[in-house]
């Protein structure tokens, strides 16, 4: 019983140490604020961190105004006949008359974007997509 249970303790740190070793960590400049993983994220500087075997998990971090977020994505991002191939990381927020929400996130390598879950707009609101630019980080 012992024996498994060193074995079960050392797989789950390779595991860990593999999830940390395949993070990546991208910047972005949000100019306006935001709702994000359940709670609204101020105007800043944001260190976009993605983790997780696939990348599925992403951490905001604003170390300014002290504020973060855990999001983890429902998915990829559907792609709809509209959609156009983006060249660049980027996160996309739907904006309604009174608050914008973190929609979805491309880190720019292949494969789908994630997409968030997020508060759906009042019936009357009409819903404009922003795009802010992320960059990657120095490390």
Not at 18 to 38: H, K, N, W
Not at 62 to 72: D, Q
Not at 75 to 90: I, Q, R
Request: net charge positive; aromatic share 6%.
């Amino acid at each position: 019983m012992k024996k498994t249970t060193n074995k079960l303790m050392i797989a789950a740190a390779f595991l860990a140490v593999a999830t940390v070793a395949s993070a990546q960590t991208l910047t972005a400049d949000i100019p306006f604020a935001f709702r994000a993983g359940g709670k609204t994220m101020p105007a800043g500087a944001y260190r976009v961190e993605l983790a997780g075997p696939i990348h599925e998990i992403v951490i905001l971090r604003n170390f300014e105004a002290r504020e973060s977020a855990l999001l983890i994505s429902n998915g990829p991002e559907v792609a709809t006949k509209d959609s156009k191939p983006k060249a660049a990381p980027s996160l996309t927020f739907e904006c309604g008359a009174v608050r914008c929400s973190l929609v979805s996130l491309w880190a720019g390598f292949s494969g789908p974007g994630l997409s968030f879950a997020h508060p759906n707009l009042r019936p009357n609101e009409r819903a404009q997509l922003m795009e802010v630019k992320l960059a990657r980080a120095a490390e």
